[in-house]
Each structure stands twice: as structure tokens, then as C-alpha cells.
């Protein structure tokens, strides 16, 4: 699975933003798509992801992000949005996306996100 992710940049506190990623290839039903995070000096935090397949799709946030961070997919397009409210410097990181089946545990390259105060 490749994964392709857009959005992010500098935004000024306060402010929203949307990630996006894509992903190819997919051959599995059942998946979880997300998001984590590495600010720079810390250990990356995984922050939502949604899980796929079943009756219904699940989505789970950290406490950091729960009530400002929104997930949401694109079914056709196998892509997920992350939405990014009421952003503030700690917010400030690479954002990577993520990919896990049980054929395959893949990663995106990773996209800045820089909130200025």
C-alpha cells in the first residue's frame, strides 16, 4: 500500500487545517487508517484512526486531540482527512499517516504542520 499525504504548512494559532492521505493498491476490507504525529525531541503520538470493515467504520482520538481533531474518509477514494481545529504551537509536528492490515503495516512520508502564536 502507498500512501500519499497533502495539507499542512504554517497556520497560525488559533486556525484549522486538513490533512489528507491516500492510499493505493488497497486489497483488504478490513483496515485501520490514521494519523500520528512527532514533534521535534519527542516520541511520535499516534492521535486518531479509523477502523474499517464490519457493519460500521470506528474512529478513535488520543485525549490530546479528542473534540479538536476530526477524522473522516473518503470510501471510494480510500482517503482519510484529518481536520485540525483551534490549532496552537504545541500542535506543531510532522503529521504521518498510517496503514495497517494483516497483509501490510504502511507509512507516509510525513507532512509539517507549524503553528506560529
Known amino acids: 500500500v502507498q500512501l500519499v499525504e497533502s495539507g499542512g504548512g504554517l497556520v497560525q494559532s488559533g486556525e484549522s487545517t486538513t490533512l489528507s492521505c491516500t492510499a493505493s493498491e488497497v486489497t483488504s476490507d478490513v483496515y485501520t487508517m490514521g494519523w500520528y504525529r512527532q514533534a521535534l525531541g519527542k516520541q511520535r503520538e499516534r492521535l486518531a484512526a479509523?477502523?474499517?470493515?464490519?457493519?460500521?467504520?470506528?474512529?478513535l482520538y488520543a485525549d490530546s486531540v479528542k473534540g479538536r481533531f476530526t477524522l473522516s474518509r473518503d470510501k471510494a477514494e480510500n482517503t482519510v482527512y484529518l481536520q485540525m481545529d483551534n490549532l496552537n504551537p504545541e500542535d506543531t509536528a510532522v503529521y504521518y499517516c498510517?496503514?495497517?492490515?494483516?497483509?501490510?503495516?504502511?507509512w507516509g512520508q510525513g507532512t509539517p504542520v507549524t503553528v506560529s502564536s
Open positions: 498510517f496503514f495497517l492490515s494483516d497483509e501490510t503495516y504502511s
Open positions: 479509523i477502523v474499517v470493515g464490519g457493519y460500521s467504520d470506528s474512529k
